[in-house]
């Protein structure tokens, strides 16, 4: 017989507010998806997601998985008032993804001392309330 | 009456005290510091016929109008940004009067931003991320953990400071100099207060290693107001006329407010720099003709992206200049000379705009002499005001 253990903790970070030119991101979080949009007709990367390419104002859109590598481009941790919906501090970050765009999110399994400008990182996802899942990023493996 | 292009001018302030609880209706506060404004230029409120305030002020233009007994309203319009546009308001109102659409019109923020809500902590709606406040990509923040103004701050200048070797410490620097000033001006929340380089470093985190409690303007409650008519009536009220010399709004593409990441090159501040290319061209001005500056200082390292930026400073020098006293009443420019936002009170902007007026009309408590004209910055849009 089994000794009964605690159900794991439910996630308290807070789920993403999703509006509809960005519902495909927020969907694909949720597969573990990374998604970008890339211009169908001049094949630019841009972010945030936008109803209309602003290079060549092209309507048809390219949801593209993208590579899930970057690097830290910018970081902090919010200390006071704790964030809601985290236990311990996170570091927040810009990402400079390798597709050329930027992308707000965490940095996880790292110190503050371990935190560097432009350090290389990749993806991964963490569950939010409500049963849904966001892109935050971890040092990338050698 | 046929329309022509005529000069505007700063004719009025008024203010409210700034508090951390007004224990009054925004709206009443709203009322006040504009009847303030309008007894100051010597104009009756009933003949305002233009008003200007930001989206996000949650008073009503027909409610005030009605409490000021306004007879006939011929404009009203709302900038969007948040404070970094505050100096948009006064754009806006030198365009109307210099189109002749309007003769008296009033600018006005009023908020209870301390006792009724707090803008430093964690959102308790997300109404400001919605369309018509330029803060759309905070939605990309929250489930982050950046859920304040100093979060999204503190990650703007992150990389500036890296890049150049700024420290918080190097920070420290415009908080006690901008305390400095408080310390002398009555109407300044930290009146009497003045802090030291240590009280800085000992104040908490709020975002490491960017900013601590001393690098953030405080919450406030208060109202401020600012009455803008043509340079020629200006001329026959009761204070003397302060020039809108030229004033401009820039947000280049890609940038937006605070939660601005999406830009080329987070080492400077496009925004700003667009503003001043505008303003310069406008005013055939440059920054050594500035004897003073009023610069929106949120945090602390916006100052020193803005001195770069209007182009008082080199690219990664604005720290080095504000620690040789660049920014004391004896330096090469003033700056903040009421405290800031940091120190009088943080009225999104306008009450930093109302002391470039006083340092105009030469009636501010720090007195900077000599001055003939003031930048006024708030980031995303800026102002010189001169003597006329």
């Known amino acids: 017989m089994t000794t009964p253990t605690a159900p794991p903790a439910k996630p308290t970070r807070i789920a993403p507010i999703v509006t509809l030119d960005a519902k495909f991101f927020w969907d694909g979080a949720d597969r573990e998806e990374f998604l970008g949009q890339k211009c169908g007709d001049c094949g630019k990367f841009v972010f945030p997601p936008r109803p209309m390419c602003p290079f060549c104002h092209s309507l048809n859109r390219q949801v593209v998985k993208l590579s899930g590598y970057g690097t830290v481009h910018a970081w902090c941790v919010p200390r006071h008032p704790p964030p809601f919906g985290f236990r311990e501090a996170p570091v927040v970050a810009v990402i400079q993804l390798d597709e050329g765009i930027r992308f707000v999110s965490n940095v996880i399994g790292v110190t503050i001392d371990e935190m560097k400008n432009d350090m290389p990182v990749e993806v991964t996802f963490e569950p939010t309330m409500n049963n849904h899942k966001v892109p935050v990023f971890r040092p990338r493996a050698k | ?388």
């Open chain 2, 1 to 388: 009456m046929a329309r022509k292009f005529q000069d505007a001018a700063i004719a009025g302030i008024g203010a409210t005290e700034f508090s951390k609880e007004s224990k009054r209706s925004e709206l009443q506060l709203a009322a006040e510091c504009s009847k303030a404004a309008c007894d100051d230029a010597g104009i009756d409120p009933r003949d305002i016929d233009g008003m200007i305030t930001f989206t996000i002020d949650n008073s009503d233009e027909v409610m005030l109008a009605r409490a000021l007994g306004v007879k006939d309203l011929a404009f009203t319009t709302r900038i969007s940004g948040g404070g970094a546009a505050a100096a948009a308001t006064l754009y806006q109102a030198m365009a109307l009067v210099n189109a002749g659409l309007c003769k008296n019109v009033l600018i006005w923020r009023a908020m209870n931003e301390r006792s009724q809500y707090r803008f430093g902590q964690n959102p308790t709606n997300t109404t400001s991320y919605q369309s018509g406040n330029g803060t759309g990509s905070l939605l990309w923040c929250v489930p982050f953990g950046a859920m304040t103004p100093a979060s999204w701050g503190a990650l703007q200048a992150q990389r500036y400071m890296w890049k150049y070797g700024v420290t918080n410490r190097d920070l420290g620097y415009v908080s006690v100099q901008q305390r400095k000033y408080a310390a002398t001006n009555p109407k300044a929340w930290f009146y009497e207060k003045p802090i030291t380089l240590e009280d800085h470093q000992n104040s908490k985190w709020i975002m490491e290693p960017v900013l601590r409690l001393l690098d953030c303007c405080q919450e406030s409650d208060g109202g401020v107001a600012i009455l803008v008519t043509s340079l020629e009536r200006a001329r026959d009220l009761k204070q003397k006329p302060v020039k809108i010399v030229g004033a401009a709004q820039s947000i280049p593409y890609n940038v937006e407010v605070i939660s601005n990441y999406y830009h080329d090159d987070l080492t400077v501040m496009p925004e700003a720099q667009g503003t001043a290319k505008r303003l310069w061209e406008q005013t055939g001005l440059k920054p050594a003709d500035m004897q003073a500056a009023m610069i929106y200082d949120a945090f602390t390292p916006h100052v020193l992206l803005q001195l770069e930026a209007f182009g008082f400073c080199k690219a990664g020098e604005a720290a080095g200049f504000v620690k040789s006293g660049g920014m004391a009443i004896d330096g090469k420019l003033p700056v903040n000379t009421h405290g800031g936002l940091l120190g009088e009170a943080y009225i999104h902007g306008m009450n930093t705009m109302a002391e470039g007026v006083r340092q105009v009309r030469g009636t501010a408590v720090n007195q900077v002499k000599g001055v003939a004209h003031v930048l006024v910055s708030s980031g995303m849009a800026g102002a010189v005001l001169g003597t006329a």
